[in-house]
């Protein structure tokens, strides 16, 4: 297909990919998949001096007039959740999520219930139902009733004690059976980065006449300063702006292609 003639108009569509800067490693992790998203916006800023005549003749007309180029800016809005996106909204690293399958020895493991009608972590995620779970006092002796006696958050590990006529003290110690499956995710810890170094590429076209479109950002500097709603009544999106920066040894920090392919 020849590259389509001059469109009447533009309406971009297309994907976003973006490679980030590890600062561990000091090298780029390269692009990986393409993320759906909203904006991938290119601004370029300039100022302008202008000198004006202090002549009677042309008083404050334009005498010389210039325009200096100043950084560009790039607006991204994700739409897709990715993992990566989510910790350059919450300006966090990633690290994994691991814990493999297990389950306590028979007799259960001793825990210390230090206060009463509030969550407790046990140390293990993902815990298995009612019928894999034993709370009984520390001799041993006595059973304690789910529901009467202790509540329980099997997916963050959590056990809750109730203050009632027949629980546990505080401060009194428990034994617990328990059995937890392997978790396999990851987590952000957030406010680690405080910016995000990236490469990033747009593939996509013009709807209007199907002419493809592409533009590579070489580097980037990018930021984000707003919030995220996790109870948004709408979809929530990831907005990163910050500035293009011209790496060392190139001329432009970015290029805007239309590459006709020809059968």
Not at 73 to 83: M, Q
């Amino acid at each position: 297909m020849s590259q389509a003639s001059t469109a009447r108009a533009i309406l971009g569509a297309g994907l976003v990919n973006l490679d980030l800067w590890n600062t561990v490693t000091q090298k780029y992790d390269g692009f990986g998949d393409a993320l759906d998203s909203d904006k991938f916006e290119i601004k370029p800023n300039f100022e302008e001096k202008t000198s004006e005549s202090r002549s009677h003749l042309d008083y404050g007309q334009a005498r010389a007039s210039v325009i200096l180029a100043k950084p560009t800016e790039i607006t991204i809005e994700l739409s897709a959740g990715d993992t990566k996106a989510l910790a350059m909204q919450f300006q966090g690293i990633v690290e994994k999520l691991a814990q493999p399958t297990g389950a306590t020895t028979a007799d259960g493991v001793d825990f210390t219930v230090t206060d009463l009608d509030i969550w407790l972590p046990f140390g293990k995620r993902n815990l298995f139902g009612e019928a894999d779970l034993v709370v009984k006092n520390e001799a041993g002796t006595e059973t304690l009733v789910l529901g009467a006696h202790y509540e329980v958050n099997y997916l963050r590990g959590e056990f809750r004690f109730l203050a009632v006529e027949g629980g546990v003290a505080k401060g009194a110690k428990v034994k617990i059976e328990a059995k937890w499956g392997a978790v396999d995710g990851k987590k952000i810890l957030g406010g680690r980065v405080t910016q995000v170094r990236c490469r990033a590429r747009f593939d996509g076209k013009n709807m209007v006449n199907g002419e493809v479109v592409e533009a590579d950002v070489h580097e980037c500097v990018l930021g984000s300063n707003n919030g995220f709603d996790f109870l948004g009544s709408d979809f929530s999106a990831i907005t990163l702006t910050g500035k293009i920066v011209t790496p060392k040894g190139m001329t432009e920090g970015y290029e805007i292609r239309f590459p006709g392919v020809s059968a």
